[in-house]
């Protein structure tokens, strides 16, 4: 399983980019539980910032982006998608998307939890 994300690049405070995650499977036929993203900015941990249940469509927000992020998915397409709205330079960071085999998505903001990771994508805002 690869995980391509895309959609990064450099916006204004107040902007709004699209982050998009495409599962690309070559034959692997389980089903993910579900599908995060994490940011890491430098000199900082990872930390989640969204998940989305891909059974159920329960989504999962860190409180610094409720209200101007919006996570979904796409399961026909093996895609998960964020969307940043009112960007900050406060979410300036690498984002990261991984697909999760196994969890309810209780522990939804370890990235521990993942096992499969994208190679991120450069968010960069400006204010």
């Known amino acids: 399983v690869q995980l391509q994300a895309s959609g990064g690049g450099l916006a204004q405070a107040g902007d709004s980019l699209r982050l998009s995650c495409s599962a690309l499977?070559?034959?692997?036929?389980?089903?993910?539980?579900?599908m995060g993203w994490f940011r890491q900015a430098p000199g900082k941990e990872r930390e989640g910032v969204s998940s989305?249940?891909?059974?159920?469509?329960?989504?999962y927000y860190h409180d610094s982006v409720k209200g101007r992020f919006t996570v979904s998915r796409d399961n026909a397409k093996n895609t998960a998608y964020l969307q940043m709205d009112s960007l900050k330079p406060e979410d300036t960071a690498v984002y990261f998307c991984?697909?999760?085999?196994w969890g309810d998505g209780s522990k939804w903001d370890r990235a521990e939890e993942y096992d499969y990771w994208g190679q991120g994508t450069q968010v960069t805002v400006r204010a």
């Open positions: 991984g697909a999760d085999l």
């Open positions: 989305i249940d891909a059974i159920n469509g329960r989504t």
């Open positions: 499977r070559s034959g692997f036929t389980r089903s993910f539980a579900g």
